[in-house]
């Protein structure tokens, strides 16, 4: 095993099959490598260079501000495509409080189309994994969280507001005062239960926003808990929870295409 801090060469090494998490290769160097079939999952790519290299069949989802191919910034022709094969999307980037309850209304008649989808499945579906994904009953436990934290404990100021259904990102680090149960496997009912309360409380937040208000800022919590005990933008508040919604609807949507064809 590597010494923490202790850079190692691997040359003519057959490393295939490895598992690296959890694992700092900042500045690393990587020449005439064998990545077919690699999975990079909430890795850190800032500043990376790729060049000379063979990319074929190659899958890139994620925040991506800036991703030049050949010299060109594909950023925008991608966010533009989007755009244009999902008319709503642009909608989920609201510049004044109306557009952040226009955008609110979309995304709960979307999810409400989406968890209809879901209801015809069999039950058992929705806790499979599709490719190693959350399922659809983890990603409805994750908006969970996510209101929680970005909602509840950081604009209305609760201290504690977590539910222990609620399932935060598989990276975030231990925080001791936020339950965290991976293995739970609740009803769909109950988890729908959660998302209704949680879906009101955003929609009274935003039906009560003003302009004035959306550009201040949040009061500190003082107690532990996630996020960090700290001053947020309301509207980069209200956003991550827009993007979160938006982005986790996709996501189970492309899976429930997937469980669809499998047998129960």
Do not use: K
């Amino acid at each position: 095993m590597c010494q923490p801090g202790r850079m190692s060469d691997f040359i003519g090494d057959n490393l295939s099959g490895s598992r690296f998490e959890d694992v700092d290769l900042n500045g690393a160097t990587f020449r005439r490598v064998d990545l077919r079939g690699a999975r990079l999952d909430s890795v850190d790519l800032v500043g990376a260079r790729i060049r000379g290299s063979w990319i074929s069949d190659v899958e890139i989802s994620g925040d991506v501000e800036s991703l030049r191919v050949e010299g060109i910034d594909v950023v925008p022709l991608v966010e533009a495509e989007l755009d244009r094969l999902y008319p709503d999307r642009a909608r989920m980037r609201p510049a004044d409080a109306d557009g952040f309850r226009a955008a609110w209304q979309i995304l709960e008649r979307l999810w409400g189309e989406t968890v209809g989808r879901a209801e015809g499945l069999p039950p058992e579906l929705l806790d499979e994994r599709v490719d190693g994904e959350w399922s659809f009953i983890q990603t409805l436990r994750h908006l969970v969280f996510a209101t929680d934290a970005w909602v509840s404990r950081t604009v209305l100021g609760e201290p504690a507001p977590w539910d222990p259904l609620g399932l935060p990102h598989e990276d975030m680090v231990d925080v001791p005062a936020v339950p965290c149960d991976y293995e739970a496997r609740p009803a769909l009912e109950q988890v729908l239960a959660l998302r209704a309360d949680r879906m009101t409380t955003v929609r009274l937040v935003l039906d009560g926003l003003t302009d004035e208000q959306l550009a201040g800022m949040t009061e500190p919590v003082t107690e532990p808990g996630y996020p960090e005990p700290e001053s947020f933008p309301v509207r980069r508040c209200l956003q991550a929870i827009i993007t979160e919604e938006w982005e986790h609807r996709i996501f189970a949507e492309r899976d429930l295409d997937v469980l669809a064809l499998r047998p129960a």
